[in-house]
């Protein structure tokens, strides 16, 4: 079984909203990006949320876009093994310091989680920490078919406040 590795974080240190996603797929991981694979959703929504065509920019653009929006990126686990890129399939997963990460980030308001694993993983180490709201968000990936992607742009929409 395949051992993966997440990325660094992508984050200013006024960060307003974090958004967690569990472990980066295979396209992300080969391309180093995250959300690289041309079915996930996550950066027409986000887009959405901070009223830029972020799709249309380069990686490097829409995470510094992100940045000056007060948004960080960032995932729950830092390794595990998993064949394939489905959350489902983690196994003996090692996850990150969340509430160390949260603690240096003063103007942080919101985590929100990208998906059922990382608001799965992300609530239990967050457990502690008081002042921040906590939100789930239906997952970007195509693999979630279960809301269209209207849907989960109305859900996603709710992280404006946070801003």
Known sequence: ??????????????????????????????????????????????????????????????????RAAGIALWDVIAEAHRPGSLDGAIREAVHRDLAGFVAALPDLRAVAFNGGEAARRGRKQLAGVQGLALIDLPSSSAAYAGMTRMAKRERWLVLRDHL
């Open 1 to 66: 079984m395949t051992r993966k590795s997440a990325f660094p974080p992508s984050v200013a240190p006024d960060a307003r909203l974090l958004i967690l996603g569990s472990l980066p797929g295979d396209e992300s991981i080969r391309q180093a990006q995250y959300y690289a694979h041309p079915t996930n959703a996550f950066w027409w929504l986000i887009g959405e949320v901070i009223g830029e065509p972020l799709p249309d920019l380069p990686y490097a653009e829409r995470l510094e876009r992100l």
